[in-house]
């Protein structure tokens, strides 16, 4: 399981206005961008991103047009009834019909029981769903030992994907249909109608290869490139960005699973050019995440015809050219970029971000469209996490001055109700499935993911105009619970008994004066290590340089 990263400091949130300014946060005046513009996360100096040699030099991967929301997600669940119709789920199912409030991204469905999950980190349920019921918590307890389920490959599919969302509304309704369906029996792994018995591995399997068939065999994409105004979002300045991207003597890359054909399509919409060329290296059939690994054979594309050429493309990378398949050694190998040379932009946690950062090292930059709901459910329903806030108070002042020696229990049942009561209607301000980020106080396994290996994230990535090309992001720092909830103020008094306190200290009457006698005797180069006079690393990776790392290297302890 991933290990979630501490909590950030909690500062007072004063003058945070939602135009670039500055905001007071405690003691400390600090700019503060528009959080629609706002880019989060860890540090990354863009002016430290470059290609072997001299030249600065940038890759960006970036995603080629937002496909527009709920309308998009509607035609592409329309897609999938027809398709699940088509192979012999009953007609009925085409009175379903898509609801965007109930899905939300980073669900795990289990494939045994047949239910949608919200986990934390570690694999704990938050929130447990079958077809459209809420399990209550002593169900979940009933059905998860613990509450708890382990990411299993063959048991759970994680939902990651902004192409999900349709499929795991498809999974809500179908599972609903057959559980509450007269004709059909309920049982723990399915249901049964006569001598015929579905389990819910086998109608998700159905489901799961019904979204590859419309994907990839069936008209979605010709569907979409017909209709591009309604379904893909367009915005003039991505070629502004693009020109900018340039003009700081950077190249920007697309590495893509869709074809040639429909990239191209997709392309001139966005650019209001009928090439390609703004972009400087165009990959298709990348077939992510293979493409991070073996990958497939790296082919030039015939831009007229569309047709690939024979063989290996073993010459390099040319501008304007568009090349299909690959691996990201070959690609990184014909461009002269390694590991955090490149910043590589997705929407995908696992097949952009997860796997470009393990296998590779690459500098990752997500793409989160939730993020604009997120902000605005974070600014409009200040009232309910301030109420949240004061009820933490409230019973933490029901403990005041009480020890192991007390045998009244607080009665702190009027907080506790009062504290789930708002936490739902928290949750609901997101949708019925609340934040993909959060569910009450506790983060979910999709907000893991993205601390851990975004190391950038962001709603938009044309973000990135309101910021120069030689910005260096800093994360917040990222406080331990005994970190957050001590005052700096605050007197640590030891216990009697306590022998920790100076462990890593020398004791007073340490020689720090090394004799040098001593050593020239007994022929020891050091008798205790010195402590170290200048720099010699870094905390924030980004700040080093060859220049700075082979100074500190050559600065020999005396």
């Not at 035609?75 to 965007?100: C, H, Q, S, T």
């Not at 309920?186 to 799961?208: N, T």
Request: proline fraction near 4%; include cysteine; glycine fraction near 6%.
């Amino acid at each position: 399981m991933t290990e979630l990263p501490s909590s950030p400091v909690k500062r007072p949130r004063e003058n945070n206005k939602l135009n670039g300014s500055t905001v007071t946060e405690g003691n400390i005046k600090m700019y503060k961008r528009d959080p629609a513009h706002r880019i989060y996360k860890t540090n990354v100096s863009f002016g430290r991103l470059k290609v072997e040699g001299s030249v600065l030099e940038t890759l960006y991967k970036f995603k080629s047009g937002l496909y527009k929301s709920p309308v998009y997600e509607d035609m592409g669940f329309e897609k999938l009834k027809e398709r699940l119709v088509a192979i012999g789920y009953p007609k009925e199912i085409n009175e379903f019909k898509y609801d965007p409030a109930f899905p939300c991204r980073g669900l795990w469905f289990d494939r045994q029981f047949g239910t949608l999950l919200k986990v934390d980190c570690y694999g704990n349920v938050l929130v447990a769903v079958h077809g459209f019921r809420f399990m209550k918590s002593w169900e979940i307890g009933k059905m998860y030992p613990n509450k708890y389920v382990q990411l299993d490959e063959n048991r759970i599919y994680v939902l990651n994907t902004l192409f999900n969302i349709p499929e795991t509304y498809m999974i809500a309704c179908m599972i609903d249909f057959f559980i509450t369906k007269k004709d059909y029996e309920q049982s723990d792994m399915g249901v049964r109608c006569g001598d015929l018995f579905m389990s819910y591995k086998s109608i998700f399997q159905d489901i799961r290869n019904s979204v590859d068939w419309v994907h990839y065999h069936g008209d979605m994409k010709d569907y979409t490139v017909q209709n591009l105004e309604t379904f893909v979002h367009k915005d003039k300045r991505l070629p502004l960005f693009l020109e900018r991207i340039r003009q700081h003597g950077q190249k920007t890359m697309i590495i893509t699973n869709s074809d040639y054909k429909y990239t191209n399509k997709i392309m001139e919409y966005l650019l209001d050019f009928p090439e390609v060329s703004k972009v400087y290296y165009v990959v298709v059939d990348a077939k992510k995440p293979m493409f991070f690994k073996d990958g497939t054979i790296l082919r030039k594309v015939d831009r007229a015809t569309g047709s690939l050429s024979l063989g290996h493309h073993m010459g390099p990378l040319e501008q304007g050219c568009v090349y299909s398949g690959g691996s990201v050694d070959v690609i990184s190998e014909l461009v002269g970029a390694k590991g955090k040379d490149v910043l590589y932009v997705g929407d995908h946690i696992f097949g952009d971000i997860l796997k470009s950062k393990k296998e590779r090292g690459w500098r990752t930059f997500l793409v989160v469209p939730e993020m604009a709901q997120e902000l605005k459910v974070w600014t409009e329903q200040k009232s309910l996490f301030d109420q949240i806030e004061t009820l933490e108070c409230e019973m933490a002042d029901s403990f005041r001055n009480l020890d192991s020696s007390t045998r009244d229990v607080p009665d702190i049942s009027k907080y506790k109700k009062e504290m789930m009561e708002t936490v739902h209607k928290l949750d609901l301000s997101y949708g019925m499935l609340g934040s993909i980020f959060r569910s009450g106080s506790r983060q979910t396994f999709f907000s893991a993911q993205v601390q851990r290996y975004a190391d950038l994230y962001t709603s938009n990535l044309l973000s990135l105009l309101h910021y120069p090309f030689t910005y260096m992001f800093r994360a917040p720092s990222m406080l331990m619970p005994h970190e957050s909830t001590v005052d700096h103020d605050l007197t640590y008094a030891a216990e009697d008994g306590d022998t920790s306190l100076g462990l890593r200290q020398r004791p007073k009457d340490f020689d720090i004066e090394t004799p040098t006698k001593i050593m020239r005797q007994n022929n020891v180069p050091h008798l205790h290590a010195n402590m170290p006079c200048k720099v010699t690393h870094y905390h924030d990776e980004d700040e080093d340089s060859d220049e700075d790392s082979s100074s500190a290297m050559s600065d020999k302890s005396a």
